[in-house]
């Protein structure tokens, strides 16, 4: 069952990883400080403390080598962790790593707390250290390690971290997408472009779908940093890039006020309007080079432009264009006989060319309808968009089993489809919210089975929604967490 409260911390995490035993054998150690190499870090508490001062003490992740027993150890109080060792000998080693990029490099050789089990004990324990970097908006995850002193391997459990940020499924999720969201770049998986802009978006809508502002930063640290690059504007050669841009723009609007998101946004409008013409009656090119028209620009371009006219009061121009661009739409079969929207049209028939039904391309257009009816007050793009959500959640093609899956889905998190889920389950939040909860059921199965079978201790999510977990990135975080967002 979905859990969308605050969860006791015990809750959080579970599949095998949490191991509910005492965390000493041999009582209470003395403290140990903190190594000498370790760059100290000031939260509410400095790197150092004496976990005999932590106001709690939660086991999310445990490990073995050679009967010793390696665990991580976590007050959610002081959102500080600490390490230990049982069933060990006198010699044998205990440290923490940190990482702040969700576990994909850590400081190499830092030890954290480094310290060895003395003569006559059979267990030891490090000294508590923060996990996350406030002051340099550092998120940070933790992980214990080990070795047997008259053995060379070493031992780790997987990453973890305190419910500071992460007190939910939501806000979790939210934490773990931020793991990949690079302060220099202000983009999230370093250089990830249109994918960005969605996990940027999921994050506005976590933030006011949770409260949580903590991250609210990201918006305009990601706007100051990009605003100049490409073409300019959050402009590009690619016309879909340039949609999923002004739309993260006017979420940025909504959530902050500032009119510069929403000037953006209409610059990115007027920029793909500026590659509409009369070719096959109409449509957006999906680039600059004029080469093709697809679904997905020009099922944002509906969107954008019934969204801009909705905040600048009915603005006739904006509202004439996305009025247009659906008139234009469903004129091409480009929404076929089954109620799924294939992938783009033949530029030689000017009709559907038969392609993919890509998930996103189901959302999208979803998407975009109820924002047209919200504009137009039309009950018919309504009941279009409803078909098409029906379609896609009982389809034994996009939903096998009843849980969303993407047309020839990767093991990978990398590349472009990793986001399409998120856009495509968007969509359907946004009218499961229009129709009275109609989709409840259907969102709450796929967070359901995201949680059971696809989450790992870091609350980061792979690509197979039915699972097995594979190893995540963020166009596939931020598509389990646009579900998360959705579920009512």
């Given at each position: 069952?979905?859990?969308?409260?605050a969860?006791?911390?015990?809750?959080?995490?579970?599949?095998?990883?949490?191991?509910?035993?005492?965390?000493l054998?041999?009582?209470?150690?003395?403290?140990?400080?903190?190594?000498?190499?370790?760059?100290?870090?000031?939260?509410?508490?400095?790197?150092?403390?004496d976990?005999?001062?932590?106001?709690?003490?939660?086991?999310?992740?445990?490990?073995?080598?050679y009967?010793?027993?390696?665990?991580?150890?976590?007050?959610?109080?002081?959102?500080?962790?600490?390490?230990?060792?049982?069933?060990?000998?006198?010699g044998?080693?205990?440290?923490?790593?940190?990482?702040?990029?969700?576990?994909?490099?850590?400081?190499d050789?830092?030890?954290?707390?480094?310290?060895a089990?003395?003569?006559?004990?059979?267990?030891?324990?490090?000294?508590?250290?923060?996990?996350?970097?406030?002051?340099?908006?550092?998120?940070?995850?933790?992980?214990?390690?080990?070795?047997?002193?008259?053995?060379?391997?070493?031992?780790?459990?997987?990453?973890?971290?305190?419910t500071?940020?992460?007190?939910?499924?939501?806000?979790?999720?939210?934490?773990?997408?931020?793991?990949?969201?690079?302060?220099?770049?202000?983009?999230?998986?370093?250089?990830?472009?249109?994918?960005?802009?969605n996990?940027l978006?999921?994050?506005?809508?976590?933030?006011?779908?949770?409260?949580?502002?903590?991250y609210?930063?990201?918006?305009a640290?990601?706007?100051?940093?990009?605003?100049?690059?490409?073409?300019?504007?959050?402009?590009n050669?690619?016309?879909?890039?340039?949609?999923?841009?002004?739309?993260?723009?006017?979420?940025?609007?909504?959530?902050?006020?500032?009119?510069r998101y929403?000037?953006?946004?209409?610059?990115?409008?007027?920029?793909?309007?500026?590659?509409?013409?009369?070719?096959?009656?109409g449509?957006?090119?999906?680039?600059?080079?004029?080469?093709?028209?697809?679904?997905?620009?020009?099922?944002?371009?509906?969107?954008?432009?019934?969204?801009?006219?909705?905040?600048?009061?009915g603005?006739?121009?904006?509202?004439q264009?996305?009025?247009?661009?659906?008139?234009?739409?469903?004129?091409?079969?480009?929404?076929?006989?089954?109620?799924?929207?294939?992938?783009?049209?033949?530029?030689?028939?000017?009709?559907n060319?038969?392609?993919?039904?890509?998930?996103?391309?189901?959302?999208?257009?979803?998407?975009?309808?109820?924002?047209?009816?919200?504009?137009?007050?039309?009950?018919?793009?309504?009941?279009?968009?409803?078909?098409i959500?029906?379609?896609?959640?009982?389809?034994?093609?996009?939903?096998?089993?009843?849980?969303?899956?993407?047309p020839?889905?990767?093991d990978?998190?990398?590349?472009?489809?990793?986001?399409?889920?998120?856009?495509?389950?968007?969509g359907?939040g946004?009218?499961?919210?229009?129709?009275?909860?109609?989709?409840?059921?259907?969102?709450?199965?796929?967070?359901?089975?995201?949680?059971?079978?696809n989450?790992?201790?870091l609350?980061?999510?792979?690509?197979?929604?039915?699972?097995?977990?594979?190893?995540?990135?963020?166009?596939?975080?931020?598509?389990v967490?646009?579900?998360?967002?959705?579920?009512?």
């Amino acid at each position: 069952m979905f859990i969308s409260a605050a969860r006791p911390s015990g809750l959080r995490r579970t599949a095998g990883r949490v191991l509910l035993v005492s965390a000493l054998a041999l009582g209470t150690p003395a403290f140990a400080g903190p190594a000498a190499a370790a760059t100290t870090i000031c939260n509410r508490y400095c790197d150092g403390r004496d976990p005999a001062l932590a106001g709690g003490d939660r086991q999310p992740v445990a490990t073995t080598l050679y009967g010793r027993r390696f665990a991580m150890h976590v007050d959610d109080t002081s959102a500080m962790a600490w390490a230990t060792v049982d069933d060990g000998q006198p010699g044998d080693e205990v440290w923490l790593d940190r990482s702040f990029d969700g576990g994909r490099t850590w400081a190499d050789g830092s030890r954290l707390g480094d310290t060895a089990i003395p003569s006559g004990a059979g267990g030891w324990r490090t000294s508590m250290f923060n996990v996350d970097d406030w002051n340099a908006r550092g998120v940070g995850a933790l992980r214990a390690c080990g070795k047997a002193g008259d053995r060379p391997e070493i031992v780790c459990t997987a990453w973890a971290r305190s419910t500071w940020n992460a007190w939910d499924l939501r806000t979790a999720a939210a934490t773990a997408l931020m793991m990949r969201y690079d302060r220099g770049t202000g983009l999230f998986g370093g250089t990830g472009w249109w994918t960005s802009a969605n996990a940027l978006t999921s994050i506005i809508d976590n933030i006011r779908r949770s409260g949580m502002h903590s991250y609210e930063y990201a918006v305009a640290q990601t706007y100051d940093r990009n605003v100049g690059a490409r073409l300019g504007q959050f402009r590009n050669e690619f016309l879909d890039d340039t949609g999923w841009w002004g739309l993260a723009w006017i979420a940025a609007y909504d959530l902050t006020g500032d009119s510069r998101y929403l000037d953006t946004a209409r610059a990115d409008a007027d920029h793909m309007y500026a590659y509409w013409d009369t070719r096959c009656g109409g449509g957006v090119y999906w680039k600059t080079d004029r080469a093709g028209k697809n679904a997905i620009e020009n099922s944002l371009y509906i969107q954008l432009n019934a969204e801009l006219s909705v905040r600048l009061g009915g603005n006739a121009t904006y509202r004439q264009r996305a009025q247009a661009g659906w008139d234009w739409f469903r004129g091409t079969g480009m929404l076929n006989s089954g109620d799924l929207v294939n992938d783009g049209i033949d530029m030689n028939s000017c009709r559907n060319n038969g392609d993919v039904t890509w998930t996103y391309n189901q959302g999208v257009l979803i998407n975009a309808l109820v924002q047209l009816n919200r504009l137009t007050g039309d009950a018919s793009t309504l009941a279009t968009a409803r078909r098409i959500a029906d379609a896609m959640v009982h389809s034994s093609y996009l939903s096998p089993g009843g849980i969303l899956r993407e047309p020839n889905e990767s093991d990978s998190c990398t590349g472009d489809g990793a986001s399409f889920k998120g856009a495509a389950i968007r969509g359907l939040g946004v009218l499961n919210t229009a129709v009275g909860g109609a989709y409840d059921d259907y969102l709450r199965r796929q967070a359901d089975s995201n949680v059971a079978h696809n989450r790992d201790a870091l609350d980061a999510y792979g690509s197979h929604w039915a699972g097995p977990m594979v190893p995540t990135a963020h166009g596939c975080q931020h598509s389990v967490l646009d579900l998360l967002n959705a579920v009512p």
